[in-house]
């Protein structure tokens, strides 16, 4: 029997993996295109999009700051999308963590060892709080979780910004900005010159434990399942709703602690304006990892380099940052195409059942 089932399940896992790398090499080769055509310079261009964030150690630096909260909500998304719930809280629960660990940064004396964990910690039961809210509603009142998350990421701002505003707010700043966090609070750097800091270990522990979870255990066996067929899931004894709440405060744990160590990590204080679109980052970092924890630090550090790469292009050269964003929507369009590639997964897949059918008959 496995002689049959493993030559079609090699190439699903090949489609797997095939898929997600055409649409980048097609985003990117659009791209290159673009870029020929509407710019004086193109090849400097490219050479700069291509290979800037490799020429000084601050550049490669930036690439890594991005990378660290790609990896937060990558993972919180991979996590809030396996269950089958369209949850898009992740960008208020990073958000909103990241209040919560400002006013623990500020408000809490520890020492220095304990005073960060203490702080990213209550910036996760926050994002906690905030993933479970359209979780809950789909469970219990089936309204649609893509619906009310999206508005509730609104809620996140402006929450956030009143409690920064009129409770947390320093007026000696020239603009609206918290109190700075107690130093015992700030994560130290990793790499002189750089703002890579201690959040970059923090990140990659987020994203075992979440493979671990999903991939693992047996919790994680579940939101799969129920993820794939939740009418089989329940029928087979596993408690969905409870399964389903249980992984969306996961996510927001994870998206919670990402924001939280991305302010004490890179900033003084907090002095977000608006929503930081991490949470939004992650969805395109989760969907072409294919809801795999392990693969998101590839996926994510892809988007943190073309991310460098193009804000060293735009300053150098006559092409707007705004190419990234042409990459990134093409990379989701032929992501969320069923037919993209589905005529060569059909070919392989009568291929090698034809023959599975030879050597049977021989």
């Known amino acids: 029997m496995n002689r049959n089932i493993n030559p079609v ?83 208020g629960a990073f958000f909103l963590g990241g209040v919560a660990t400002s006013a623990a940064a500020i408000c809490i004396t520890l020492p220095s060892g304990i005073h960060p964990i203490v702080a990213v910690l209550l910036g996760g039961v926050a994002g906690a709080l905030v993933c479970l809210i359209p979780g809950l509603l789909e469970m219990k009142f089936d309204a649609k979780a893509v619906v009310s998350s999206l508005m509730l990421n609104y809620v996140c701002l402006y929450l956030g910004l009143y409690i920064i505003k009129f409770m947390l707010r320093d007026p000696q700043a020239g603009f609206i900005a918290s109190w700075k966090f107690e130093p015992t609070a700030i994560l130290p750097k990793l790499i002189d010159g750089t703002n890579v800091h201690v959040g970059l270990f923090i990140a990659v522990l987020a994203v075992i434990f979440s493979y671990l979870y999903l991939y693992k255990s047996r919790w994680g066996y579940c939101v799969r399942m129920i993820g794939k067929n939740p009418n089989f899931a329940k029928y087979s004894g596993i408690k969905v709703a409870w399964v389903v709440i249980s992984s969306q405060m996961i996510g927001g744990f994870i998206a919670g602690i990402g924001g939280g160590v991305q302010l004490v990590g890179m900033y003084d204080r907090f002095q977000y304006q608006q929503l930081p679109q991490f949470g939004f980052d992650g969805i395109l970092i989760a969907t072409l990892a294919k809801l795999n924890p392990k693969y998101v630090p ?43 590639l589905q005529k060569w997964k059909h070919r392989r897949i009568v291929a090698a059942s034809q023959r599975i059918l030879e050597e049977q008959e021989v």
Request: include cysteine.
């Open 9 to 91: 399940r090699k190439v699903e896992q090949e489609f797997n993996v095939l898929r997600p790398l055409m649409a980048v090499l097609v985003a990117m080769v659009l791209c290159f295109i673009i870029i020929l055509i509407a710019s004086d310079e193109p090849m400097e261009a490219l050479r700069l999009l291509l290979t800037g964030p490799l020429t000084t150690m601050r550049r490669f630096g930036n690439v890594l700051e991005a990378w660290i909260p790609f990896m937060f909500t990558g993972c919180a998304i991979c996590i809030l999308y396996s269950a089958n719930v369209i949850n898009m809280a992740a960008e």
């Open 298 to 340: 590839i996926t994510g550090f892809f988007l943190a380099y073309i991310r460098t790469g193009a804000e060293i292009m735009a300053r150098k050269t006559d092409v707007p940052y705004e190419i990234v964003l042409v990459v990134q929507a093409l990379i989701i369009m032929m992501m969320a195409a069923q037919l993209f």
